[in-house]
Nanobody
Framework: QVQLVESGGGLVQPGGSLRLSCAAS????????MGWYRQAPGKQRELVTT???????NYADSVKGRFSISRDNDKNTVYLQMNNLKPEDTAVYYC???????????????WGQGTQVTVSS
């Protein structure tokens, strides 16, 4: 059973910073892509950023230059450093990992439970 657990969300003032973490546990053979998504009230879930095992990153235009994704493969953990936060960044943030549990298995997507980020003065 694979579980993804996020942490690091909270309330921050505009211009502030937060660092989110997402750790995967359970039977994991390898992880390909790690990423972050977010969903604001009344809106669809959207991509924030992804990072492949080969080091290729992809960022939404709205967060370029402010957010940074990184990963620790030894810890099966992905991080999201968020700087210069804006009220429009307020959302529930979800991590997603594409992984396989055995060397012969297919890759599947797993999601975390979400962590709330609120940017407000």
């Amino acid at each position: 059973q694979v579980q993804l657990v996020e942490s690091g969300g909270g309330l921050v003032q505009p211009g502030g910073s937060l660092r989110l973490s997402c750790a995967a546990s359970g039977s994991i053979f390898s992880i390909n892509t790690m990423g972050w998504y977010r969903q604001a009230p009344g809106k669809q879930r959207e991509l924030v950023t992804t990072l492949t095992s080969g080091g290729i990153t992809n960022y939404a235009d709205s967060v370029k230059g402010r957010f940074s994704i990184s990963r620790d493969n030894d810890k099966n953990t992905v991080y999201l450093q968020m700087n210069n936060l804006k009220p429009e960044d307020t959302a529930v943030y979800y991590c997603r990992m594409t992984l396989r549990i055995e060397d012969w298995s297919l890759y599947y997507d797993y999601w975390g439970q979400g962590t709330q980020v609120t940017v407000s003065s």
